[in-house]
């Protein structure tokens, strides 16, 4: 059984904070870190329906891609939608944790579940982006105790560099040491000074698995007392957006009927092409970065909402603007985020809340 504190820990490994832009209110909004967990409901929206189906299946936490409560709020007071939603997670001493831009950016997030299911490939990031800190992990170890480290650093998270995992710099060296009374040293005897053969191993650790990276050393690594160190990285962050390639060029009417099946979506189309390659998306309210992903080379952008000046713009310019709906374009990675939770957190039960049809933002 996890507590609330550790739910936050493992969220923001998986979601970092630094992801977020700007003033969005992420993080604990209600409740208590010492709270105990064993099981936590995972949802879209923190309607009233996801908090009643929260208390029904037992659940101490919720956590949701938008927020409970966003600036402005003064008064518990009526009958609001928020307001009841508020009284009833209290009442019930439920637990409401959010991911919002964090979870949009973060990688195997919101934008690159849409990739995975539109079956896009060669993903990069663009689009808005927060600056994260990110730190190089330096450490040393037996050469024949070299991949068991690696192995259980890139299970955190660590080493990964675009499209490529358990990316590390290796050099060999020798380390000296004189184990002290309490030492139990990998090799050599307490009060005699050793001098072995070590590999230096150099990882990149973002900021959000930090902690992760630390405990992963810890147990993966032979000596008692590990030597390592964390440098600081200030890096610019990747872009809230993806952009990614098709397999094959493809109609413009058959990437619509695909975007419509596999999102379970009520699709929209703005402005006119022949077939499409290259393709961006941004879930939710993107239609602000149609500019943008058409400077990059795409062809059309999928977004979940598109203002009506958006719309124009872009098809007056010759782009291609599909709105899939706000839900339809982010609710399948609230049951991707509830899977990656249990994955860090196995004692504690994650269930995804997928509301009816016609309930919660959803399409009748």
Request: proline share 5%; with cysteine; net charge negative.
């Amino acid at each position: 059984m996890a507590t609330v504190g550790q739910l936050l820990e493992a969220l923001e490994e998986i979601a970092p904070p630094g992801l977020a832009l700007g003033d969005d209110p992420i993080g604990l909004q209600l409740g208590t870190v010492d709270s105990s967990v064993h099981r936590c409901a995972v949802a879209l929206d923190p309607t009233l329906s996801a908090v009643e189906f929260a208390i029904r299946a037992d659940c101490q936490a919720l956590i949701t891609h938008h927020a409970l409560i966003y600036s402005g709020l003064k008064s518990l007071a009526g009958e609001s939608a928020q307001v009841r939603a508020i009284r009833a997670a209290m009442q019930a001493n439920l637990a409401v944790i959010t991911a919002h831009t964090n979870w949009d950016a973060a990688r195997g997030g919101v934008n690159d579940t849409l990739c995975d299911l539109l079956g896009l490939t060669k993903v990069v990031d663009f689009g808005e982006a927060s600056t994260t800190r990110d730190y190089k992990l330096v450490t040393f170890v037996p050469a024949q105790h070299r991949d068991e480290v690696l192995d259980a650093l890139s299970a955190v998270g660590c080493g990964r560099i675009g499209n490529y995992d358990r990316c590390a710099f290796l050099s060999e060296g020798r380390g000296t040491y004189e184990p002290k009374a309490g030492a139990q040293p990998f090799s050599g005897e307490v009060g005699e000074r050793s001098v072995v053969a070590e590999e230096r191993i150099e990882m990149v650790v973002p900021g959000g698995v930090k902690s992760a990276a630390v405990r992963a050393l810890m147990k993966a690594h032979p000596y008692d007392e590990p030597a390592f160190d964390l440098y600081p990285l200030a890096n610019p962050g990747f872009g809230i957006g993806r952009i990614g390639v098709l397999p094959e060029p493809m109609a413009v009417e058959d990437f619509v009927t695909m975007v419509s099946d596999h999102l379970d979506a009520v699709v929209r189309v703005f402005g006119h092409a022949e077939q499409l390659l290259t393709v961006g998306v941004i879930g939710g309210s993107g239609g602000f970065g149609w500019r943008e992903a058409r400077d990059r080379g795409c062809e059309a952008l999928v977004t979940g909402e598109v203002r009506h000046h958006e719309a124009v713009e872009a098809a007056e310019s010759g782009f291609l603007l599909i709105e899939a709906g706000h839900f339809a374009t982010e609710n399948p990675a609230m049951a991707v985020l509830a899977a990656r939770m249990q994955e860090r957190l196995p004692d504690t039960e994650f269930v995804h809340f997928d509301p009816p049809p016609g309930s919660s933002g959803r399409h009748a």
